[in-house]
T-cell receptor
Framework: EDQVTQSPEALRLQEGESSSLNCSYT??????LFWYRQDPGKGPEFLFT???AGEEKEKERLKATLTKKESFLHITAPKPEDSATYLC??????????FGKGITLSVRP | EAQVTQNPRYLITVTGKKLTVTCSQN?????MSWYRQDPGLGLRQIYY???????DKGDVPEGYKVSRKEKRNFPLILESPSPNQTSLYFC???????????FGPGTRLTVT
């Protein structure tokens, strides 16, 4: 059974204070690891796909990296508008997407 | 504008009263899916569809039905809702199988 564990559950940062969100996973036949952002009361919004260990993707202040067991979402110099819940998901050989429970990020001005 | 729409957005109903939540996408995506999101449990897949007339169970299908008669529509049916189906429901679609899904705005369902 595919599993995704995200840590910490919640993270509070000061504006400009860089940090990383962790996603640990076990999957049978990784087809991809996905990061989503979810704002309160809205549906998740796709951010990144990572396909193989060593791959990195960047978008503005966000950078996602992947190893064989973990993915990290690095947030550089965050702003209050980066506050959201960040979801990690893995796609396996069973053609399903398994989500973690998410990390709620709060960035204080 | 490319989007996934869901209706209704909010619904309060009583136990046993059949209901349907509609989902429509305008991106010509083949893959569509339904999820429920509960505090502490995260997003869990209910049903998915790889294409028209092709549907399959996700992780929590009990108490739900779906149909896919047209490519753009994927309604979720609760034939006899119960209070444990109170949740936030999301429809999603993709042109890359179950990956890189576009999500709808959500339907908050309360069953009393």
């Amino acid at each position: 059974e595919d599993q995704v564990t995200q840590s910490p559950e919640a993270l509070r940062l000061q504006e400009g204070e860089s940090s990383s969100l962790n996603c640990s996973y076990t999957v049978s036949g990784l087809r991809g690891l996905f990061w989503y952002r979810q704002d309160p009361g809205k549906g998740p919004e796709f951010l990144f796909t990572l396909y193989s260990a060593g791959e990195e993707k960047e978008k503005e202040r966000l950078k996602a990296t992947l190893t064989k067991k973990e993915s990290f979402l690095h947030i550089t110099a965050p702003k209050p508008e980066d506050s959201a819940t960040y979801l990690c998901a893995v796609g396996g050989a069973n053609s399903k997407l398994t989500f973690g429970k998410g990390i709620t990020l709060s960035v204080r001005p | 504008e490319a989007q996934v729409t869901q209706n209704p957005r909010y619904l309060i109903t009583v136990t046993g009263k059949k209901l349907t939540v509609t989902c429509s996408q305008n991106m010509n995506h083949e893959y569509m899916s339904w999820y429920r999101q509960d505090p502490g449990l995260g997003l869990r897949q209910i049903y998915y569809s790889m294409n028209v007339e092709v549907t399959d169970k996700g992780d929590v299908p009990e108490g739900y039905k779906v149909s896919r008669k047209e490519k753009r529509n994927f309604p979720l049916i609760l034939e006899s809702p119960s209070p444990n189906q109170t949740s936030l429901y999301f429809c999603a679609s993709s042109n890359a199988g179950p990956y890189e899904q576009y999500f709808g705005p959500g339907t908050r369902l309360t069953v009393t």
